[in-house]
């Protein structure tokens, strides 16, 4: 099954903030841990090991790029990066191998951010996956924000 690039893309990963040549980042649909988002190849890709040197290269820019920007944008504390291509195998998918990352920057201390109060608390554990949800123009003001970061 193909997918629509702008409305299911959309469901997968969320709102796109950043595209270079070979990868896209996307803030995740939940935001239970603010900044939460998605880096996916744009390409599909049947694993790891299938990604080429120039691939690399770029994601460890990119990585690099990300986490200065949500440093400077958020007082986190860490990252997890988590690559899984689990969706990619289920009976319903709509996407063929797609390689990403989950991005969750993680907190020590609650961050209030446009008044609302995010607070990890599993911070030292595995993230878990809770579904917050926000409205479009607070996920659109998460994402100005890192923009002007870039």
């Not at 996916?40 to 460890?60: F, Q, Y």
């Not at 969706?87 to 993680?106: G, K, L, M, Q, T």
């Amino acid at each position: 099954m193909e997918i629509n690039k702008n409305t299911d893309r959309k469901e997968l990963y969320g709102d796109l903030i950043l595209s270079t040549k070979n990868w896209e980042l996307f803030l995740a649909p939940s935001q239970t841990y603010l900044g939460t988002s998605v880096l996916r190849l744009k390409r599909d890709c049947e694993g790891l090991r299938s990604i080429n040197t120039e691939e690399w290269c770029e994601l460890k820019s990119v990585i690099k790029l990300i986490e200065l920007n949500y440093m400077k944008t958020f007082d986190l504390t860490l990252f997890n990066w988590a690559c899984a291509d689990n969706a990619s195998f289920r009976e319903d998918s709509v996407e063929n191998h797609s390689i990403h990352w989950h991005i969750h920057p993680r907190y020590k201390n609650p961050i209030v951010f446009n008044g609302l109060k995010f607070e990890d608390k599993e911070f030292g554990y595995p993230p878990q996956p809770k579904k917050t949800d926000l409205s479009d123009k607070f996920r659109k003001s998460i994402i100005v924000l890192i923009r002007k970061n870039f």
